[in-house]
């Protein structure tokens, strides 16, 4: 423990990353302060002290461009996970502050957790287990599918869509990706590019969703590229809710042009207890747990107090999301 740091974890994480952090700084951990929802919002997690901390460990609560400018002594913020987008991350570079992430951490997690959605959704196993928890053994009443042959569409290709390739490689499904970041040539040789999203959709069977949520990739996936799977597809979310347009995917739903859907994420989380698309029988949806393993927990806790630690020695996070605007 030391005194001239003081870092704030705004939510719970493993307590191998708390001992890390422990070791160098003074932490307050989410359960020892009372956020206040007043000034910051009822998401957020934060004190009305902020502006005596150093750091700011973050899972999944909101950071916001007011919480950042009252944090006179921040100095990093290090996310326990991948994506950044409940950072504002200009007025992180505004304020000279690197935002740390953890690419790659819980990639084989997210990859895994989509394949059983994909396979959940194919198998009907969600439809049957009721049935059959309601009494009924009508055998005859199941429509599930064979996976093998299916053409899976990633839309992103970055480290969770590369692992779900091998993985449905080894399935005996044919992959087909859209990434206008990554080059044919950076392509394994079980996946094919396609060039537009418009023909990833037209290819594909089923889709799985592998993009951060960038003004770019919000409600990518609508009306006009559910329509183009066929009516035995499926689509696959485990990256951010509000890439694929909720309400244009009930309707495709309840029109039968799509077979089921397998959702990790919604566009308000947590999602209201009568959304639609939580309590359809055609629906797997898991609260935002993909990433989240026992062994996953351990590495982000460590990882994003090595993060701390890094700016703590006066280092740059080893991934710095802003690093090109920062002033160094």
Known sequence: MSDDWNVLVTEPIDEAGLVKLEAFADVTRWDEYEADADEYGADARLPADIERYHAIVVRTSPIDADAIARADALRVIAKHGVGVDNVAL?????????????????????????LALLVGVRKTLLSTNEALKEGSWDRSACRSRTVKGDTL????????????????NGLGLSCVAYDPYVTDA????????VETKRA??????CVSVHTPLTPETRGAIGREELRALPDTG?????????????????????NDELAGAGLDVFTDEPPAPDHPLVNRSDVIATPHIAGTTVEALR?????????VRRVHDGKLPTSTVNESSLER
């Not at 950076?186 to 590019?193: A, N």
């Open 299 to 307: 590495r982000m806790s460590l990882g994003a107090a090595e993060t």
């Open 200 to 205: 990833l959709f037209e290819t594909a069977d």
């Open 90 to 114: 200009e007025a992180a570079s505004e304020r000279n502050v690197p935002v740390g992430n953890l690419p790659g951490v819980n990639t084989q997690e997210v990859a895994e957790h989509a």
């Open 153 to 168: 569409g990633l839309f992103g290709f970055g480290h969770a869509g590369q692992t779900l390739a091998e993985m449905a």
């Open 234 to 254: 499926i689509v696959v979310n485990t990256a951010r809710g509000g890439i694929i347009d909720e309400e244009a995917l009930e309707v495709a739903l309840e």
């Open 186 to 193: 950076e392509l394994p040789l079980h996946v094919t590019g």
